[in-house]
């Protein structure tokens, strides 16, 4: 009987209970913290900064160009996959993000990413960078803000060697493994920093 109270409780509470039968030994009951909900997130397509632009010809900045989207589709692709957040579809507020985008830089606009995150009713809004220093040296970044606060929750950058599409979608791939890895730990209350 008391075995059943202690399921009922736990279900309540809102965690998984997992019953064991071990021959005549009975049954053994664990309890583990049931899986969140995964979090609403727009992420906004990444931007370039090149510290070297001047010194770039046209194909070198149609490959950049590809580079972005291939990695802002890469982080977004991810992001959804790892089933900790629902990535909105940018599409719906479309004419907001041109508007916007039209008379300031979106990654370093305050709150512009935030009216984005409103426009699609989600709960937080990414918003990404690459730096390019050099053809060996680019650092890709990643802040993640609540939409209603303006909280950063979110920051970091991830450094790669070489100016390749391998190297890039690397480095996408290590920033969305760090904020799944940084939101698992906020939902078991092993907070860690922006």
């Known amino acids: 009987m008391n075995s059943l109270l202690a399921w009922r409780r ?4 809102g965690v998984r209970v997992l019953c064991v039968c071990i021959g005549g030994a009975g049954c053994l009951f664990a309890v583990t913290p049931a899986r969140a909900e995964p979090v609403s997130i727009a992420v906004m397509n990444c931007t370039l900064i090149d510290d070297n ?3 770039n010809d046209a194909e070198i900045n149609r490959i950049q160009q590809a580079r972005i989207e291939m990695i802002s589709d890469a982080v977004r ?5 790892s089933q900790r957040y629902r990535v909105a579809d940018n599409g719906r507020a479309s004419e907001l993000i041109a508007r ?23 709960e937080q809004v ?14 890709l970044n990643l802040r993640v803000e609540d939409v209603v606060s303006g909280k950063a929750l979110f920051q970091r950058s991830v450094d ?10 690397r480095g ?6 760090l904020l799944v890895d940084d939101a698992s730990k906020r939902s078991t209350g092993q907070r860690t920093a922006p």
């Open 53 to 55: 632009a001047a010194y």
């Open 126 to 139: 990414g918003i990404c960078w690459v730096q390019k220093v050099s053809n060996l040296i680019l650092n």
């Open 172 to 177: 996408a791939t290590a920033l969305v493994g």
């Open 10 to 13: 736990a279900f309540m509470r």
């Open 160 to 169: 790669i060697r070489g100016n390749t599409d391998l190297s890039w979608r």
């Open 100 to 122: 916007l985008g039209a008379t300031q830089d979106l990654s370093t606009c305050d709150g512009c990413a935030r009216q984005v995150g409103r426009e699609l009713g989600v």
């Open 77 to 81: 692709a991810q992001l959804d996959a």
